[in-house]
């Protein structure tokens, strides 16, 4: 038997011990009598037993403590690892990203849609105004820049699950185009997963763990290698990572 049974055996002895002994001092007149010194023995034997195993009991328990506070403190210290994303591009992040990159480029669209008012160059004031003819040069190299600003600036949206019985993504590489990508990732498990991209050992986005939902994250990439993993302890050395080309 353990310290804890023991220590409430000895203290159910000296109740009813107390009880009993009570119960004869009344009724009978010369009760102790010659067993005074049995009793005193009894009750003595009975107290510093169960002093001895209320100390075990209570030495075991606080040990048992000291055991569970180091566990909880060990995955404390693997939750906070796991998370603080939302200062390093991560889901609050990725949308102060996306209402930035959204604002410049409604502010540029406004002043490319400008037209110059009045007159225009080459016409004449009292003639007849004749809209000068465009040079196909220059209508040209307006076409290639904004093509090419259209590529530094796509947005790509790609599409991540989990295994539900499995630590394994359900792709095992990503590509993608420069500009803005996204990662829509569903988790069908209860076992909790993330996603977070990497570059050279720095985590660019991510969000907090989930279990049976669906979030996704955003980051601006330029052309490059780049890495999606679950940063959930043990999830990314037992598969659960690839690459993301741009390009």
Not at 63 to 86: D, I, N, P, Q, T
Not at 114 to 130: L, N, R
Not at 168 to 193: M, Q, R
Request: aromatic share 8%.
């Amino acid at each position: 038997m353990d310290n804890e049974t023991l220590f409430y055996i000895c203290g159910g002895v000296l109740a009813v011990s107390a009880l009993v002994v009570t119960f004869l001092g009344l009724k009978t007149r010369n009760f102790p009598g010659r067993a005074f010194p049995l009793v005193i023995v009894w009750f003595a034997v009975f107290v510093a037993a169960a002093s001895t195993f209320a100390v075990r009991y209570s030495s075991a328990e606080h040990e048992e403590k000291v055991k569970e506070y180091a566990e909880f403190a060990k995955e404390l210290e693997e939750g906070e690892s796991v998370g603080g994303f939302e200062n390093e591009g991560g889901a609050l992040g990725g949308e102060r990203e996306e209402g930035e990159e959204e604002a410049e480029e409604a502010a540029e669209g406004s002043v490319e849609e400008e037209e110059p008012v009045g007159p225009t160059e080459g016409s004449q004031e009292g003639k007849g105004a004749q809209t000068p003819k465009p040079d196909s040069d220059k209508g040209e190299k307006s076409a290639q820049e904004g093509s090419e600003g259209g590529a530094e600036t796509a947005t790509t949206t790609l599409q991540l699950a989990a295994d539900p019985a499995a630590l394994v993504f359900d792709e095992k590489e990503l590509s993608a185009k420069p500009g803005k990508v996204t990662i829509d990732f569903d988790n069908p498990s209860a076992i909790p997963h993330n996603v977070v991209i990497e570059e050279d050992g720095k985590e660019l986005a991510g969000f907090e763990p989930i279990t049976e939902g669906k979030k996704s994250v955003t980051a601006k990439l330029e052309p490059g290698t780049y890495t999606f993993y679950c940063s959930v302890p043990g999830h990314r050395e037992a598969g659960m990572e690839g690459p993301l080309t741009v390009e």
